[in-house]
C-alpha cells in the first residue's frame, strides 16, 4: 500500500508498504531517516519516539498505516520544528535535508550536534546528557512536547513525561538538568 503523510512539516509518501510496518520502518527504511532509533521494538524504551500529531508516541507501536494523512515529526526536524513555534517561522524540513542533516557540518545524528539545534538538543549537549546517545533522539522529542505543553515543569512533571524513555547511561540527573537547563532558557528568552 501506499501511505501519504506529512513528515517534518513537508508532504511525503511511502510505497510498498506492507500492512504489519511499522511507523519506524517506514521512517528509517523507506524515508532514510534514521534518527528515530530501534531498540526494543516492543514499546518499552521510546528510543523510537516521535510526535504523530502532536503526541509522542512509540513509532515501534504504530502501523504505518495509521499514519495515513497525519503529521509525524522525527528528530531530524525538531529544530525546525521548534522555531516555528518559538518564532513562527520556519516551513518545515525537506527530506533531503533531514537525511543530510548527519552529515552537515559533521552532525550527530542522536544530537545534532554540528547542525542546526533545537534549544533543547543545545540544552542536552550543555548539560552533558548524551553518552552512548541511544535513547537521546526519543528523550529529545519527548521533552521538547514536554516543554510546548509545560513551559515551567517541576521536577515530577520531568519525571512522568520521559518515564517511557529509557537510558542506561547517565542516571537520568543529567537529563533532568537539561530538560531544567531548556525551560529556564525558555522562560528567559534565551
Ligand atoms: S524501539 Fe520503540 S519503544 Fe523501544
Ligand atoms: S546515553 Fe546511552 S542509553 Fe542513554
Redesign the pocket.
Known amino acids: 500500500m501506499r501511505v501519504n503523510f506529512t513528515v517534518n512539516g513537508r508532504p511525503q509518501q511511502a510505497d510498498d508498504v506492507w500492512e504489519g510496518e511499522s511507523l519506524l520502518y517506514v521512517l528509517r527504511e523507506r524515508l532514510g531517516l534514521p534518527g528515530s532509533k530501534n531498540a526494543c521494538e516492543q514499546g518499552e524504551c521510546g528510543?523510537c519516539t516521535v510526535r504523530l500529531d502532536g503526541v509522542p508516541v512509540c513509532s515501534c507501536l504504530v502501523a504505518a498505516g495509521q499514519a495515513e494523512g497525519r503529521d509525524v515529526v522525527t528528530v531530524e526536524g525538531l529544530a525546525d520544528y521548534a522555531r516555528q513555534r518559538t518564532q513562527g517561522e520556519g516551513e518545515g524540513t525537506s527530506l533531503d535535508a533531514a537525511q543530510r542533516w548527519q552529515a552537515a557540518g559533521g552532525t550527530d545524528s542522536r544530537t545534532g550536534e554540528g547542525g542546526a539545534l533545537a534549544p533543547i538538543q543545545q540544552a542536552f549537549i550543555d548539560a552533558g546528557?548524551?553518552?552512548?546517545?541511544?535513547?537521546?533522539p526519543g528523550?529529545l522529542v519527548a521533552s521538547d512536547e514536554l516543554l510546548e505543553r509545560n513551559p515551567n515543569p517541576s521536577d515530577a512533571d520531568i519525571r512522568e513525561a520521559l518515564s517511557g524513555n529509557?537510558?542506561?547511561?547517565?542516571g537520568y540527573e543529567k537529563?533532568m538538568d537539561a530538560v531544567r537547563l531548556a525551560a529556564a532558557r525558555q522562560s528567559e528568552g534565551v
Do not use: N, Y
Not at 546528557?129 to 537521546?136: D, I, K, L
Not at 529509557?166 to 547517565?170: A, P, Q, S
Open positions: 528510543s546528557a548524551v553518552q552512548c546517545g541511544f535513547c537521546t528523550l529509557l537510558c542506561r547511561c547517565t537529563i
